[in-house]
């Protein structure tokens, strides 16, 4: 009986270490293929790192979610130009792409809402409209923001979007 208290503590020792890691000890065990060599961490807090990458772009790591045995954790890399978003399940170790379950890819609706919060200037009908978006995780809980940029440059327009997460994915609020 003593051997398997022993063993049942040591477990829940463990667990509660898992639980508790923070955005640096999670993103420190990332795969290279997902955190790039160039990356690095300017500004952190227990469940959000503030990432610098190469050129211009930069980026945020966000602790999402936590559950029994799944964290799941979010990535964002932007510029003026382009802007990625993915969230991976960590389960034992093991990293797994999970962005299509977590949030909704954009559609024609989001693309209006894009075009409301940055009015774009339209001069002929073959004209290319250069809007760029990206994402931002709120520091203290797991919303989402989805910004425009102004047409053709880098200033921020306006939030699009707010997201709400819960528990299992982010919902429009």
């Given amino acids: 009986m003593r051997k ?15 639980h508790s890691q923070t955005a640096r000890e999670i993103y420190s065990t990332a795969p290279a293929s997902i955190t790039g060599s160039s990356a ?17 772009a930069d980026g945020e790591f966000k602790v999402v979610a936590r559950a029994k045995n799944e964290t799941i954790v979010g990535l964002t890399v932007n510029d003026c130009n382009a802007s990625v978003i993915k969230f991976w399940s960590v389960k034992g170790g093991k990293w797994n792409e999970v962005t299509t379950r977590v949030l ?37 809980s797991p919303d989402l923001e989805l910004i425009a940029r102004k047409q053709g440059n880098c200033e921020v327009a306006g939030r699009v979007h707010l997201y709400k997460f819960n528990g299992k994915r982010y919902t429009k609020n």
């Fill in 4 to 18: 398997f208290s022993t063993s049942f503590f040591i477990s829940l020792v463990f667990a509660a270490a898992v």
């Fill in 40 to 56: 690095r961490i300017v500004a952190e807090d227990d469940s959000l790192l503030t990432l610098k990458a190469a050129g211009n």
């Fill in 104 to 140: 909704k890819p954009l559609g024609k609706d989001d693309v209006i809402a894009i075009l409301r919060a940055s009015p774009a200037t339209i001069e002929s009908f073959d004209q290319a409209i250069d809007i760029s978006y990206f994402y931002k995780f709120a520091a203290g």
